[in-house]
């Protein structure tokens, strides 16, 4: 009896490990939570209702933009309480790969508090290419925890084409 409960026990603690990643041969767990975007108005960052990831169509007026946010929590792969942890050397970015090549960041903010990383004012700009949260350890670029291939703002057909276009770069 005991055995049954320990193999339950043991899959519980890796139920919610559906994302895994490895720094310094220590493998941990990682969940990304999408928060509601912020909007800018008079020159300041203000929450709206847009749920985030939100994709900044080409020639929109900057007034309308809005800033994506997400809070990334890593833990140790065998926590099973999933206690958050801060990882040395590491960043997280979001990431743009370009289909002519140019690949690049854009303007975003990061901190860590509470046993998470907080992403924030991620300007995620509609562009001929596809988004991702890159980390990086002691600053070279390790590649993408996750593509974004799902955007709140746009309808199902063009998410479909985003994911479309995506899978043919990965």
């Known amino acids: 009896m005991s055995f049954l409960i320990s193999i339950f026990l043991y899959t519980f603690a ?4 559906q994302n895994t990643i490895e720094v310094n041969n220590q493998s941990y767990c990682y ?7 912020d909007q800018k108005i008079k020159g300041e960052l203000q929450p ?3 749920m985030s990831p939100a994709l900044i169509p080409m020639k929109q007026p900057p007034q309308k933009w809005f800033y994506s946010k997400a809070i990334v929590k890593f833990w ?7 206690t958050g942890v801060k990882l ?15 690949n690049h960041s854009t303007s975003h903010k990061l901190n860590f508090e509470n046993g998470s990383y907080y992403l924030k004012s991620m300007a995620l700009h509609q562009m001929s290419g ?17 593509w ?16 479309e276009h995506c899978l043919k770069k990965r």
């Open 76 to 82: 140790k792969s065998k926590d099973k309480n999933q």
């Open 14 to 17: 890796y139920a919610d490990c």
């Open 31 to 37: 969940k990304i939570n999408w928060q509601k975007a």
């Open 88 to 102: 040395e050397n590491f960043t997280l970015l979001p990431f743009m790969y370009m289909d002519n090549g140019h």
């Open 48 to 50: 709206s209702e847009q």
């Open 130 to 146: 596809c988004w991702t949260i890159n980390w990086k350890l002691n600053d070279k670029n390790q590649g993408p925890i996750a």
């Open 148 to 163: 974004i291939t799902e955007f709140a703002n746009l309808n199902e057909q063009e998410n479909q084409e985003i994911k």
